[in-house]
């Protein structure tokens, strides 16, 4: 209570146009601000990685375990990708969807890096055949959960490539830290694929003021 006292006096003193603010799924309610609008949102989790083989049995057996079999067999693990060639890898990606990447590639290699550097995140990719790189992902984890933040996919990859490096990142992560957010989504289709890895729904706060009505109206918020 007291924390999200002083944290309401420092926003009021920058005056913020825009505030948005997710909290973790343990705060199920925040203060009454004068201003700000709470909403639920739900993530989908796992909430036990310590067993990566009883994770993989709850996989959908035809849509997430046999892809990933699949994948394994033209696929192998790039544990040398480095921020660098993941920001660039990040950037192509959006490009081809004819889409800009909302983050700079410089934004996206200082967060790895000090992510990295403290011991704190996992940074995967997988090469084809050819020894191109066909998908990576970035996972910054304490001790209590993994949150996946970034990820991209090569112009060729196969069916089973994000699959196979979820699996291959979930088997890393065990013993590292309890739980594995997927980060989202809301949207129905991110969804259903988020819970054929057998992941349940779980709900967050969210937090949010906005001064100004048009911009609240194109942000739909």
Known sequence: QDAASQLQRHLH???????????APQ??????????????RVTYRLED???????FEAFDKSRRQRQIRR???????????????????????WQRRGEKDLLSQEFIIRIISHT???????????DD?????QAARFVAYDGNCAYSLLSALGDVHPNGASPMLFWEILKRLSGRCASFDFEG???????????????????Y?????????LLRRLLHI
């Not at 705060?27 to 639920?40: C, I, M, R, V």
């Not at 990295?116 to 997988?126: A, T």
């Open 116 to 126: 990295l550097r403290r011991g704190q995140g996992i940074l995967l990719g997988l």
């Open 13 to 23: 003193k920058l005056r913020l146009v825009l505030f948005q603010q997710n909290a």
């Open 185 to 203: 989504s809301m949207d129905p289709g991110i969804a259903l694929s988020y819970s054929l890895y057998g992941a349940r729904p779980t709900t």
């Open 129 to 133: 055949s050819q020894g191109s790189l």
């Open 49 to 55: 990685i310590s067993d990566p083989q009883r994770v």
């Open 27 to 40: 705060l199920d309610a925040l203060p009454e601000w004068d201003g700000y609008e709470q909403s639920s």
């Open 71 to 93: 994948a394994e067999k033209v696929l192998t693990v790039n544990e040398d990708v480095t921020p660098e060639q993941f920001a660039r890898f990040h950037a192509a990606y």
């Open 205 to 213: 706060l969210q937090l949010t003021r906005c001064r100004i009505p």
